[in-house]
């Protein structure tokens, strides 16, 4: 009989102090930081793809592919863990992401891929870390933390990649 009651019990705490929700759904800086994260990463999935077509130096292509790859699983993550939640991601992006994504489409080949390393690799990833940071690890929602601290590692090593591509390319 006290089996049920320990289990039971941080959730009662939890719910005290307002980190549960009866409906289990995100407060609402959790679904801020969702609903940024889940635009973050569709944009950078996004303009890798264009990146990846477009890029003149082999290295900056594999850069765009690889972000690819780990964002689409980041966001599928995210998508799964919202949904445990009932909560909806952005079927659209905002209207500045998306016009980012078409500058790189209308970008000449000359100068995609130091733009693309510098915005997306450097600038864009240095907000991605902040986002994470400043909310994901304060996140009331215990799951979202647990996503939050697991993705801040690749979001830095993705930035660390860029700088060091960016110094490997011919000016």
Known sequence: ??????????????????????????????????????????YEVQAAQVVAKKARDP??????????????KTNEVLKQLAATRSMRLPRELPHDLRGRVQGLE??????????FLQRVGLDDHAKDIELFEREGLKATDPDLRAFAEK?????????????KLMGSLSP
Do not use: W
Request: proline share 4%.
């Open 151 to 163: 993705t801040l590692p690749a979001l830095r090593e993705h930035r660390e990649h860029a700088q």
């Open 59 to 72: 290295k900056v292509k594999a850069y765009a592919e690889m972000l690819m790859k780990d964002h689409e």
């Open 106 to 115: 209308r970008q000449s080949a000359d100068k995609i891929d130091r733009d």
């Open 1 to 42: 009989m006290n089996k049920p009651i320990r289990f039971l019990a941080p959730l009662l705490l939890a719910g005290a102090f307002g980190v549960a929700h009866a409906d289990g759904a995100f407060d609402r800086g959790d679904q801020r930081f969702v609903t940024n994260a889940a635009n973050a990463g569709v």
